[in-house]
């Protein structure tokens, strides 16, 4: 006997447990298999975008994210005891009526992981730890997988979230074009220290020796320690390796390194996946693009992913056509390629400075099949309603529903998928309906009911 689900999601990283958390919300039957058998450590993507922070906010964990993670501390870069330079890498920003969340957060990988697992308990879900996905086989009515439990599961889809070196898309012998720039390989660690104040991010280079940087992380007594390495170079993986190249490149004596609770080597990859699904197979995450760790994009692109595919996976399983799931290829792919070009030039330039680009709010859809004059992220701000009440636009989208604003035109609302109509009181833009998909998009602008209709059932 098999065990049946609908969704089979391979790989319980920031990519895979996001679109765990949006299925359970929705009601799917969906399990989660990860091969470790325990929750990762390792403060790896440490930056959470604005965009990612609004994502968070409507899968209802915003709060525990806010709780722990803090604005970046200034840089400061030194040469021995010598103050270089001093700068920002992400200016913290005032909130604004569209923009709630318009700073960079720093926050650990894996106390978001920890977060984003704890509300997949909430919605009744969890991880199957130590439950490798081995194997797959499919056919025009799902997948049957194998499991290192030595179970079997049957699928009507799978999706594999199964990291950069993802088996799954080695199995479907898809494409991962792109470099691997050996000469940009890092020592990457968590450590606790002595004698290092918290309220920057510090620097050290030493010409001909080598970078040594701390970032204190937000939420913990640890600082996430990154080490360049020259080509050849392999520094010891212990405390006393650490502390040896910290020391060789700070040229500090007084500042101690006194634990060392995670650690690994990194190479700048920087690759895209020539496909995002394979039949009832979908990849997301790292699993079909790699970045470089510049400009802090990798996971947010990845939770971006899974909020994309997660509403559409739904309505595809309570019967929408299957052209919907190409979608997902269509409008995530482009954008995997915009932000490696942008995280590729971040890695070239020795610049520290981020900019507006890397926030992912500017994000659109536009031109594609599920934009009808729509595809841009619908802002937030205040919002007249015509029975006198105001609401916040982001209160009225928070949720896994379509969103219907109808100004100047009486609220219509076709069969369909499950929608939440509010009639605006102060037409903006003429008489319209705005369609805001599941996941903050614009789906469709249109005065025509009719058009409205079509759209509804095309999704
Ligand atoms: C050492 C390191 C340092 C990094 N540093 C940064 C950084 O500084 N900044 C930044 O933005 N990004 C960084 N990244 C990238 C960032 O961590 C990734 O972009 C992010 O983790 C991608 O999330 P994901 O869920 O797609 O994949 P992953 O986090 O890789 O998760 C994939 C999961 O799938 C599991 N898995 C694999 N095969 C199977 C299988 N067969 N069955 C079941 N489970 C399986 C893995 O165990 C893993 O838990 C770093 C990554 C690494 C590895």
Request: with cysteine; glycine share 12%.
């Amino acid at each position: 006997m098999h065990e049946t689900t609908d969704v089979l999601i391979a790989g319980a990283g920031p990519t895979g447990l996001t679109l765990a958390v949006d299925l359970a919300r929705r009601g799917v039957a969906c399990r989660i298999v990860e091969q470790a058998p325990e929750p990762a450590a390792g403060s790896k993507g440490k930056g959470l975008q604005p965009r990612t922070l609004e994502v968070f906010d409507d899968l209802g964990v915003i709060g525990p994210i806010l709780a722990a993670a803090t604005p970046y501390p200034p840089l400061r870069v030194r040469m021995g005891r010598v103050p270089v330079w001093q700068a920002r890498m992400h200016r913290p920003a005032e909130a604004t009526d569209a923009v709630p969340y318009p700073t960079v957060l720093m926050h650990p990988q894996w106390r978001t992981e920890a977060v984003l697992r704890e509300r997949l308990t909430e919605l009744g879900g969890k991880v199957e730890q130590g439950a490798a996905l081995t194997g797959f086989e499919q056919d025009a009515d799902g997948v049957t997988a194998g499991l290192g439990t030595g179970e079997t599961v049957r699928a009507r889809y799978l999706v594999a979230a199964d990291g950069g070196r993802s088996p799954v898309r080695k199995a479907l012998g898809i494409g991962f074009a792109g470099e691997t720039r050996e000469e940009q390989r890092m020592a990457l660690g968590d450590v606790r220290a002595e004698g290092l104040d918290r309220d920057h991010i510090h620097v050290w280079v030493r010409p001909g020796k080598g970078t040594v940087a701390l970032y204190p992380m937000a939420g913990t007594d640890t600082f996430q320690i990154l080490a360049t390495l020259k080509p050849g170079e392999t520094p010891e993986q212990t405390l006393p390796g650490y502390q040896r190249v910290f020391a060789e490149r700070s040229m500090l004596r007084r500042v101690r390194l006194t634990e060392l609770l995670w650690s690994s080597l990194y190479r700048v990859n920087i690759r895209l996946a020539d496909r995002y699904r394979s039949g009832r197979v979908l990849l997301a995450g790292d699993a079909v693009h790699v970045h470089p760790p510049a400009g802090g994009q990798g996971l947010n692109t990845g939770v971006q992913d899974a909020y994309n595919l997660g509403w559409k996976l739904a309505r595809v399983l309570s019967g929408a056509p299957e052209t919907l799931l190409d979608t997902y290829e269509e409008e995530r792919r482009p954008v995997a390629a915009r932000v490696l070009g942008l995280s590729a030039d971040l890695a070239g330039k020795k610049s520290y400075k981020r900019d507006e680009e890397t926030y992912q709010l500017s994000l659109s859809y536009r031109g594609g099949s599920l934009a009808r004059r729509g595809g841009d992220r619908m802002p937030d701000g205040p919002l007249p309603l015509a029975d006198g009440t105001r609401a916040r636009v982001f209160d009225l989208l928070r949720g896994p529903h379509f969103t219907l604003l109808s100004a100047g035109l009486a609220p219509h609302v076709p069969a369909g998928p499950e929608v939440r109509a509010y009639e605006v009181a102060e037409p903006y833009g003429g008489e319209r309906y705005t369609l805001v998909r599941p996941d903050g998009y614009v789906g469709i602008s249109t005065s025509s009911a009719d058009e409205l209709a079509a759209y509804l059932a095309m999704v």
